[in-house]
């Protein structure tokens, strides 16, 4: 039997091959994770349609595997109940059924009927889940027996530094092992010397630094066994690559700054963070900043549009998927919190923990992070005033925050210490004019500058 890559969710036409945790000969079973792939940013564990023995596989590491594609021969087990017709499957018990979603044993889509059969059936397997279905947090199929639930970064990072992960406890979405709950793992087995963890592919091994030499004078300092270290181009990298290209090369771009006076707004959070409705949050500035943003857009909607370059036509959207960027160890992502102009500023708090924690863990879904309508990057964490982002493909314009500091300010007609900041504003000129930019942009800041004026715009 082959099993062809199912649509994963958002129509999406291809997906890259991370990596297979099976090989040629191996019996795997109903469900058993055999691979990991990547798309639009998301990696997701595939589970087996069929038990068997894999007879061939159809595809290599990195390479792009359109929809549809075979992606592997599976030798069928005599057992016929292995494939056995999608409505009969779906009254398999639980952990017999295929877990993609809306695919079943085929890699047919799944009618309605057993759709709604699946989700009236009782959970009856309490295990923990790996991502690649619908469970909570982006947590989905259940780990096959013998086998400890975890991430597919982590998945692959424990094979890299053959760590079991069965003696590793999960911190993550019901008990998960996560890229973090390893790196002390890691540290352990590596003694004093600590390598960079790599959660794209890795280099090629001959790269790997031997133990330092010793310089002149005793210090000791890594020197490279090999002068060059190439990495192939793949995963979150390659994609935003294409991306960033994508935006450069079609979108004529301006940008705009504002410095601002931030001092209101930093007492409003601190007194926030004292009051019983924010206890447990991680109440930041980015929060108000996306606040300020939301309100400031339902006086500016050519600003959260988009250009139809096939239909010639500007769509304006009247809802806000808000784009926050995340810097994960596998690259930068940006999952967008769904419908954020109905959010208040404590929803909002949470949102952004929830979806960074997804990003960051490797747990986020193609449906988290796409569908984006306006993004937003904090650059201050970082220690930058500021900065010139490029606006996403199908998406107006970018905010981009930067470092929240002390400084002189002429506040009152007189020199003082104030929180100071400044916002820049990345725009498509095809859909904003300099003035629309401008305009929104010191919106914003009035809003941050005064942030108790944001209370009749909630």
């Given amino acids: 039997m082959e099993f062809r890559l199912p649509d994963l969710g958002e129509g999406l036409a291809d997906a890259e091959l991370v990596s297979w945790t099976v090989s040629v000969g191996d019996t795997v079973e109903l469900n058993q994770e055999i691979a990991e792939v990547e798309t639009a940013k998301a990696q997701v564990a595939l589970p087996c349609p069929y038990a068997g023995t894999v ?40 952990e017999r059924q295929a877990v993609l979603v809306g695919y079943g044993p085929e890699g047919e ?134 991306a960033m290209v994508a935006s450069a090369q079609h979108i004529p771009q301006a940008s705009t700054f504002v410095t601002t006076d931030f001092t209101a ?41 988009a250009w139809d ?10 809802y806000v998927n808000l784009g926050i960027a995340v810097a994960a160890e596998r690259g930068l992502l940006v999952p967008s919190l769904k419908e954020a102009h109905g959010l208040s500023l404590r929803d909002l708090c949470a949102e952004i923990t929830r979806m960074a924690g997804l990003a960051r863990s490797g747990t986020a879904t193609p449906a988290d992070l796409t569908g984006g309508t306006f993004t937003i990057t904090n650059v201050g964490v970082f220690g930058v005033d500021s900065g010139v982002p490029l606006v996403n493909p199908g998406e107006a314009a970018i905010l981009c925050l930067g470092s929240i500091r002390k400084r002189p300010w002429v506040h009152r007609d007189e020199l003082a210490v104030r929180w100071v900041t400044t916002l820049g504003l990345s725009f498509d000129h095809r859909l904003v004019d300099g003035e629309q930019g401008s305009r929104f942009l010191a919106s914003v800041a009035a809003l941050l500058e005064d942030p108790l004026t944001l209370l009749g715009r909630v």
């Fill in 55 to 94: 007879l061939e596989l159809l595809a290599q590491p990195g390479d792009t595997v359109p929809v549809g594609a075979a992606l592997i021969r599976i030798g069928v087990a005599a057992d016929a109940a292995a494939a056995q017709p999608v409505d009969a499957a779906v009254e398999a018990p639980a």
């Fill in 109 to 242: 889509p799944v009618s309605r009927r057993a759709r709604a059969a699946t989700t009236a059936a009782p959970q009856a397997d309490s295990r923990p889940r790996v991502m690649g279905s619908d469970g909570p947090e982006g947590l989905g199929n259940s780990a096959p027996a013998g086998r400890a639930a975890a991430t597919p970064a982590a998945r692959r990072l424990a094979r890299e530094i053959g760590v079991d992960l069965a003696a590793v406890a999960g911190s993550g979405p019901l008990g998960a092992v996560t890229v973090e709950d390893l790196h002390g793992m890691r540290r352990e087995s590596l003694g004093s010397t600590v390598i960079p963890i790599h959660t794209a592919k890795p280099a090629t091994p001959h790269a790997t630094p031997a133990v330092p030499p010793m310089r002149a004078g005793g210090s000791a300092r890594p020197v490279p066994a090999e002068r060059e270290t190439r990495t192939p181009i793949a995963g979150v990298r390659k994609r935003t690559a294409a």
């Fill in 265 to 305: 707004s930093m007492e409003l959070l601190e007194h926030l963070r004292a009051t019983p409705g924010f206890a447990g949050l991680s109440l930041t500035p980015l929060a108000l900043v996306a606040r300020a943003t939301l309100a400031a857009l339902v006086d500016f909607p050519e600003i959260n549009s």
């Fill in 309 to 318: 370059e096939d239909d010639q036509q500007i769509v304006t959207k009247h």
